[in-house]
């Protein structure tokens, strides 16, 4: 079975600082790539996909390296409301379905 | 436009018992699954469907059953409940239109506790 590896935390930051985290996925064939979020006792949302070129929305910048097997997700300016668990989720071509494999999130707390 | 919607959102049940867990969506996807997900772990992927009539296994299938009658409807059906089924059940669905990995929308999920 294919992997996704995330540091599962908690990473305790204060308002308003960067926070940066990684995942790495194992199947050199994925093709597709995101970060969700998940509130606690809530079900995940997309909160972007992550493209080649790197991409970014407001506040929120994701990389991919393809050579490493790695993304990153960088928050900057972080918001109380930023507090969440962060899910890596990578296609498994050959899985199931869409075969989307979920890493098992990073949980970041925002002090105030 | 209520997305992917799933009922009920908690329940318990002893062991052995059986019961169903609703999903439905109205967004017309025809790719939809069937998650659980236990405390500090990632999303298992239990069984998916790619259209009406067509279910196959994830990665835990063992003690679950699906049917999809209809584009719209997803159950996903236990019939020997076990503790080891306690989880919560996250209902999603997908519409890849181009290539592979489109995002997915998840439904609010059914707590489900086995004593």
């Known amino acids: 079975r294919k992997e996704v590896e995330q540091d599962p935390g908690p990473f305790n930051v204060p308002e308003g600082a960067t926070v940066a985290f990684n995942c790495t996925y194992s199947?050199?064939?994925?093709?597709?790539f995101f970060w969700y979020r998940q509130d606690c006792r809530k079900e995940p949302k997309l909160l972007m996909s992550?493209?080649?070129s790197g991409n970014e929305d407001g506040r929120f910048t994701a990389q991919l390296n393809r050579a490493s097997q790695y993304i990153s997700l960088l928050i900057r300016d972080s918001k109380l409301s930023d507090s969440a668990t962060y899910l890596c989720?990578?296609?498994?071509?050959?899985?199931?379905?869409?075969?989307?494999?979920f890493g098992k999130g990073t949980h970041l707390i925002i002090q105030p | 436009n209520a997305g992917v919607t799933q009922t009920p959102k908690f329940r318990i049940l002893k062991i052995g018992q059986s019961m169903t867990l609703q999903c439905a969506q109205d967004?017309?996807?025809?790719?939809m699954y069937w998650y659980r997900q236990d405390p500090g772990m990632g999303l298992k992927l239990i069984y998916y469907?790619?259209?009406?009539?067509?279910?196959d296994k994830g990665e835990v299938p063992n003690g679950y059953n699906v049917s999809r009658s209809t584009t719209e409807d997803f159950p996903l059906r236990l019939e020997l409940a076990a503790p080891s089924q306690t989880s919560v059940y996250f209902c999603?669905?997908?519409?890849?239109?181009?290539?592979?990995?489109?995002?997915?929308?998840f439904g609010p999920g059914t707590r489900l506790l086995v004593l």
């Open positions: 199947n050199s064939a994925s093709q597709s």
């Open positions: 999603a669905s997908s519409s890849p239109v181009n290539r592979v990995g489109e995002t997915q929308y």
């Open positions: 989720v990578v296609n498994d071509p050959g899985g199931g379905a869409d075969g989307l494999t």
């Open positions: 967004m017309n996807h025809n790719y």
């Open positions: 992550v493209y080649s």
């Open positions: 469907s790619v259209g009406a009539g067509i279910t």
